[in-house]
Each structure stands twice: as C-alpha cells, then as structure tokens.
C-alpha cells in the first residue's frame, strides 16, 4: 500500500506467507481482534498414529468381574 498525505493506493496482492491447504469448509486464516495479528489455522506435523483400542461386549466383561468378587 502506499500512503499518502490524503490518500491510501493499494498496491497488487501478494504472496505474505504460505498457508497450509485444510479442507475444512471454513477459511484457513483470520485476524486478531485487534488487527495487528494473522491467525492461521494449521495441521499438526506429522505425529506417529496413536493405537486405539476398542472395547467390545463390555456389559459382559462387567458382570464377569462382578461374578469373581
């Protein structure tokens, strides 16, 4: 942008910085409320998949602990 004394010219958009793609439906960035910061909305590094684990037919598993006390 180039300021004048009366006046503000905006210059031709550019590139600030790359933002990671997030299909998500909603945009990857924003401001701060007080407009001096960009929040940008960012995908964790690649982490190791944390193991899930699963717990089937638990009623069962409840009464039979019930069942050894």
């Given at each position: 942008?180039?300021?004048g004394?009366?006046s ?6 550019r590139e600030?910085?790359?933002l ?7 945009s990857?960035y924003d401001?701060?409320?007080?407009g ?8 964790p ?7 899930l684990?699963?717990i089937?037919?638990?009623?069962a598993?409840?009464k ?6």
């Open positions: 942008m180039k300021l004394a009366d503000v010219e905006p210059s031709t958009p600030l910085f790359p990671p793609a997030v299909e998500s439906g909603f990857p401001t701060a409320a007080d001096q910061r960009f929040l940008v909305r960012a995908t590094q690649q982490q190791a998949a944390q193991p684990t699963l089937v037919n638990w009623p598993l409840l039979k602990g019930a069942a050894t006390q």
